[in-house]
């Protein structure tokens, strides 16, 4: 069956070159979509700093496939099925002294594997639900791929303390490490015990409720890979965390009642990748978390989120029946295809290659031709049975 | 695996657990064995679970299941011109054929019921979200919120409409929802059950709870939900009785381990394993559920938080606090049962009591782990079986009146975990009774939680009777943008 799905993967390309002398790479079957296991991940990393929920700079937020839609005031963010014309693709492939250039000159800048694969992305379609080959191996050329495999035998010793370990996704080798069946007996010791050997494959590590101290910090500051540092319900204060140094992977940090306060500003601002600060009943200032909050591409939580806005209230209800009963019954439409034969091929659709266009969700016999249609749907007629 | 291998292994593993300096020898040579053939990728099977398919945004699930259908259009479904169609009769062009229940398909009209209630426009990350005056607290995170308003599904009666939500099917039989997840991402911490569910006791007309929504179906057992009870003992005859020590306990328990481990060996049913697996976990859970249900370590402004209904053991207030704990304890799926949303009289006074019992907690639950820092983590779902008809169901006055069960369209609503925050999604018409725009089916939904999970909806599968099977069954679409 594989060698059979590569080969007709493989006539797909070719058929593809054909059509639209564009390199697109072939569909699969199985696995995520493309863009949440590829394009999204890239655009977290790079982009979202400043054009993703919290700010959306230019106009443009990218932290959801509605968003990216939408574009900003540069006008649509990228034209499926041509990349060069794609303005995200455009200013990313400026040179580095343009001002247009993104991200900006000073902010870390994507691989030319990574913006390869938003090219390509782009060029098969910008399909949010598709699956192409060729495109997982290219971006995963991040620090996460050359994380050496833990031994059985040390994770092991982890799951006989009841401490949880897990990798971060199949395949991988970074760890998600969780001490929270074991929290109010874990000290330095058995933290130091277990983690030791880790060091390099821990990716996320809950300490929260733990009764560790600044040696555990000394050992954190040594883990290059260490994204998300969970400190919640700690004894710590500013003099350990002043151990934990300046881990350079560290995304987010949560420090909610813990005892650092305004004397580990200067530490925290200094954390290289920082993207989220937990910090809610820390010993933390109202001046300290308003310098924090001054930090680019970073987000600080201390509890004081505000409460939705109202922005209009209704007249209490008054109940009249003065209005006229509408004669035309709307459609109602159902999440299942309404066609039967590819609108592209003609050939019997597969039921799980899908879109939704004109509130309808059409269905398709393969994901080129998904892509096809999506390019320019007016060339072709969906025929319903 | 080859079976017998998983076998023997795990029959090491449990010594390796009981008695650790022994068995260490033992344990790593079957472990290690990764090593020697020179892995690429940690190894699965012999009671590993699956993990994720890819990265996960969400480590967990708090489900809020409102039992008996909340009135979407007295919450979260807004239509203002409702108002000036009052006791209109509802026209055959709406309707179109929709089969009805025997509560109300007797009735000789169907006369419309504009909800009496105010609402009001909360600002979120779009242009806002209009809602009930009867959520207040709710709505002061609309801004946390990725509502559905074009949820559908197949079932009309509680029965098999809780079923299908649980399981995928509304046949009884297949493994719920927290199974699934339980068997897919395997325990967080080993001294808690995977899976949890707990029960409040609701306001007005309540149908039964079978124990099967929470069932394993298939799976192996240890992966079926474990309840909680409300009261002052949350698990029954976790004390050891007066005069049994724990360390007479633990006597006991090897004895008849030993013995089922014999039998296993003997019979190669997985089932008594999972029998050791559970008398090993009530052993661990004698000390870490008082610990658990113990909120003395909670501070005064948290208890605020979640209103003085806290302080009563059972309440939706208290189980919101408990699936907090549970959260940060690792708990993998957290399923609160809200009881009482079944409003086909009276409705305005039912539901009203329902939501002042369920509001203020389910706000405070979300703004907790928002500040602690798990809601990037935790998924939570508000979601009943079905929503309710725009039609009165009995007498229509300008105060009161009551609605029957409808599966065309309803509202749901997720927070945190990596779904879309702030947004609304999918339309109903102007008598919110048909979809107009992005219907989401029951799969549809699943399978949009399972890939927010880490998990691909179609690869996650379990070979039954020769075939797999999965919890979207042979449908589901995974929706991208309820996705962030």
């Not at chain 1, 998300?228 to 909610?256: C, F, H, M």
């Not at chain 2, 029998?275 to 605020?304: G, N």
Request: with cysteine; proline share 6%.
């Amino acid at each position: 069956m594989r060698s059979f799905h590569g080969l007709a993967g493989a006539l797909a390309v070719v058929a593809a070159l054909i059509q639209c002398q564009v390199a697109t790479p072939a569909p699969r079957r199985d696995g995520p979509s493309t863009y949440f296991s590829v394009i999204q991940p890239i655009l977290e990393q790079r982009c979202l700093g400043c054009h993703g929920a919290e700010k959306g700079k230019g106009g443009l937020r990218m932290h959801t496939p509605l968003a990216l839609l939408a574009g900003g005031e540069s006008g649509a963010a990228f034209v499926a099925g041509d990349a060069a014309a794609s303005e995200i693709v455009r200013r990313m492939r400026l040179g580095l002294d343009d001002p247009d250039h993104m991200p900006p000159d000073d902010k870390p800048q994507p691989s030319a594997a990574e913006v390869a694969a938003i090219e390509a992305w782009i060029a098969a379609g910008a399909s949010f639900e598709a699956r192409l080959e060729g495109l997982e191996s290219q971006a995963s050329a991040s620090p996460a791929a050359t994380i050496p495999l833990a031994s059985e035998a040390q994770l092991a010793a982890l799951r006989n303390e009841l401490v949880h370990v897990q990798p971060v996704a199949r395949g991988e080798a970074g760890l998600w490490i969780d001490f929270a069946a074991v929290a109010a007996r874990t000290d330095d010791a058995l933290a130091l015990r277990l983690l030791e050997p880790l060091r390099e494959q821990t990716v996320e590590l809950s300490l929260a409720r733990s009764r560790i101290g600044r040696a555990t910090l000394e050992l954190l500051a040594t883990m290059p890979n260490l994204r998300r540092l969970d400190l919640r319900n700690t004894q710590l204060d500013d003099s350990a965390l002043a151990a934990l140094g300046r881990p350079r992977a560290l995304e987010e940090l949560i420090v909610v009642r813990t005892r650092v306060g305004d004397a580990s500003l200067a530490q925290l601002e200094a954390l290289p990748a920082l993207r989220r600060l937990y910090a809610w009943n820390a010993g933390l200032s109202a001046q300290g978390l308003a310098r924090l909050r001054a930090r680019a591409n970073l987000w600080v939580d201390a509890g004081d989120v505000p409460d939705a806005a109202v922005t209009e209230v209704e007249a209490p209800p008054k109940f009249s029946s003065d209005a006229a009963v509408p004669d035309a019954p709307p459609a109602s439409p159902t999440s299942a295809a309404v066609n039967t034969l590819c609108p592209v091929s003609g050939k019997p659709v597969q039921a799980l290659c899908t879109l939704v266009h004109d509130g309808r969700v059409i269905a398709f016999c393969c994901e080129v031709c998904l892509a096809e249609f999506k390019r320019d749907p007016s060339r072709f007629v969906v025929k319903t049975p | 695996m080859n079976p017998i291998q998983q076998h023997y292994l795990s029959l090491t593993r449990r010594r390796f657990f009981g008695t650790a300096a022994a068995g260490l020898g033992a344990g790593l040579g079957a472990l290690a064995l990764g090593d020697v053939l020179g892995a690429r990728a940690y190894a699965q099977g012999g009671g590993a679970p699956l993990g994720p398919h890819f990265p996960p945004k969400a480590k967990r699930v708090i489900y809020l299941h409102m039992e008996g259908g909340p009135s979407h259009l007295d919450l979260f479904d807004y239509k203002p011109e409702l108002r000036r169609r009052f006791n209109q009769d509802l026209p055959d062009s709406i309707r179109q054929g929709q089969r009805l229940t025997t509560m109300t398909s007797g009735q000789t009209r169907f006369p419309i019921a504009p909800s009496v209630f105010k609402f009001s426009r909360y600002a979120n990350q779009q242009d806002g979200v209009w809602l009930s005056e009867l959520i207040p607290h709710t709505a002061s995170v609309a801004n946390e919120l990725c509502f559905v308003h074009s949820m559908r599904t197949d079932a009309i009666n509680h029965e098999p409409g809780i079923t299908f939500f649980q399981t995928g099917n509304q046949q009884p039989g297949r493994p719920s929802f927290g199974s699934w997840l339980s068997y897919g991402l395997g325990s967080a911490n080993a001294n808690l059950p995977t899976f949890v569910v707990m029960i409040t006791q609701g306001q007005g007309n309540m149908q039964a709870l079978a124990a099967r929504f929470w069932g394993s179906g298939f799976l192996p057992s240890e992966h079926q939900g474990c309840k909680l009870r409300s009261g002052s003992e949350p698990v029954l005859y976790l004390k050891d009785p007066t005069g049994i020590a724990r360390t007479d306990r633990r006597k006991m328990l090897d004895l008849i381990g030993a013995l089922n481990e014999k039998e296993a060996r003997e019979s190669l049913d997985p089932e008594i394993d999972a029998r050791i697996a559970q008398a090993e976990m009530a052993y661990r859970m004698q000390m870490s559920v008082p610990e658990l249900t113990d909120f003395s370590d909670e501070d005064d402004e948290t208890l605020a938080l979640y209103g003085p209904d806290v302080r009563q053991p059972g309440s939706f207030a208290a189980n919101c606090l408990l699936a907090r704990r549970l959260a940060e304890r690792g708990v993998r799926f957290i399923q609160l049962y809200m009881r009482g949303w079944d409003q086909h009289n009276g409705l305005p006074n039912e539901i009203k009591l329902q939501t002042q019992a369920v509001d203020r907690g389910q706000a405070a639950l979300i703004k907790d782990l928002r500040r602690r820092g798990l809601l990037d983590e935790t998924l939570v779902l508000w979601a009943g079986e079905f929503g309710r008809t725009v039609y009165s169901q009995g007498t229509l006055t300008e105060s009161n009146y009551g609605r029957d069960h409808h599966p065309r369209c309803f509202s749901v609503w997720c927070a945190g975990g990596g779904m879309a925050r702030g947004v609304s999604y999918g339309k109903t018409d102007d008598y919110g009774y048909n979809i107009v725009e992005n219907p989401v089916d029951v799969h549809d939904l699943h399978a949009t939680l399972l890939r927010v999970l880490g998990f691909d909806h179609e690869r996650l599968t379990y070979a039954h009777q020769g075939r797999d099977y999965r919890l979207t069954d042979v449908a589901g679409r995974v929706i991208p943008e309820l996705i962030a």
